[in-house]
């Protein structure tokens, strides 16, 4: 399994705005990354934002590839936030990406939370969005396969699927056919335990979630050799949630996560706060506090990448 971290300060809200703080301090997210990394590689988690012309074009953290090297890869999300549903120039968008940062790409994600809709910070509030996502994970493996880099995993994500979300998958797999089926390296999953619904034991439902997740990607044609990635997960600290329970949250989620068959990758969200004197739930995601020091869950991951 592969292990990863989101490095930057910016937390997206449930509003549709943006938790921010300090700016990003390059040289300190570095010397964490090296002590979370210990001696194996690293995954890096980075978003890049496709708009439309006049929209402002985002990124982040700040130039991503600056924390590659040295067995560091990137997790590269590429978003499509397009209101006139400008497919195609997402798809150039992708393909960009891709001569842009191949070689620094572990896994290439194609959108994020498509299926999450009513928030403009997430992927799933655009049109056309379904099509993006299918044409943009064929068009990104064409590309790497042009340029000779057969290492790099194209995916997708979710967020879990209850209910009505069940179809999701399906409703991909229906939409991308075969082409779609074969070029897809990966599936993401991002879900946050004991944070937006109470969960007593953290690491049953991780547990739960997981198989889920697996059903579903069988039941919409997704062959079982496709591994299962969690591309986001956490558990904020503040008021009523203090260090000592996310560590022991992430503790149990780890175990969880390590003990399932067919999870290919964890990554964390995030590194560090956006804001340790906010007290508003996205502001305090960290493993970190705002100032580069560590909560005692910052040990506990240290701890099941380097094997304990």
């Not at 301090?25 to 090296?34: S, T």
């Not at 509030?125 to 290492?151: I, M, N, Q, S």
């Not at 560590?294 to 701890?303: E, G, L, S, T």
Request: glycine share 12%; with cysteine.
């Amino acid at each position: 399994m592969e292990f990863g971290i989101y490095p930057g300060g910016i937390t997206g809200d449930d509003k549709g705005g943006l938790a921010t703080g300090p700016a990003d301090d390059p040289a300190e997210i570095l010397a964490a990354l090296r002590t979370l990394q210990a001696w194996g590689p690293f995954l890096v988690r980075g978003y890049c934002v496709f708009t439309d012309p006049g929209r402002p074009w985002t990124e982040t953290p700040h130039d991503v590839e600056q924390y590659a090297g040295d067995g560091r890869r990137l997790d590269l999300v590429l978003q499509y936030q397009s209101e006139s549903g400008d497919v195609p120039g997402y798809l150039e968008f992708v393909r960009d990406a891709v001569r842009r940062h191949g070689a620094s790409i572990a896994t290439l994600q194609i959108t994020e939370e498509p299926n999450f809709t009513g928030n403009p910070t997430l992927d799933g509030h655009y049109p056309d969005v379904r099509r993006a996502l299918v044409e943009g994970v064929v068009a990104a493996r064409a590309e790497a396969d042009r340029l000779g880099l057969p290492g790099l995993r194209v995916g997708f994500n979710t967020t879990p699927l209850f209910g009505p979300s069940a179809g999701f998958l399906a409703e991909l797999t229906d939409l991308g056919g075969r082409p779609f089926l074969d070029a897809l390296g990966y599936v993401g999953l991002d879900f946050f335990p004991d944070v937006f619904m109470p969960a007593p034991d953290p690491g049953a439902a991780t547990a739960g979630l997981l198989a889920m997740h697996r059903d579903l990607m069988t039941a919409a044609g997704i062959a079982g050799a496709v591994p299962l990635h969690i591309t986001e997960n956490g558990w904020p600290t503040g008021p009523d949630r203090t260090p000592e329970r996310q560590a022991e949250v992430l503790e149990a989620v780890l175990d969880a996560v390590t003990g399932t068959s067919g999870v290919g990758a964890y990554l964390h969200f995030a590194l560090r706060d956006a804001d340790s004197s906010e007290d508003g739930l996205f502001h305090r995601f960290g493993l970190l506090y705002d100032d580069y020091t560590p909560k005692p869950a910052f040990d506990v991951y240290r701890r099941f990448i380097s094997g304990r």
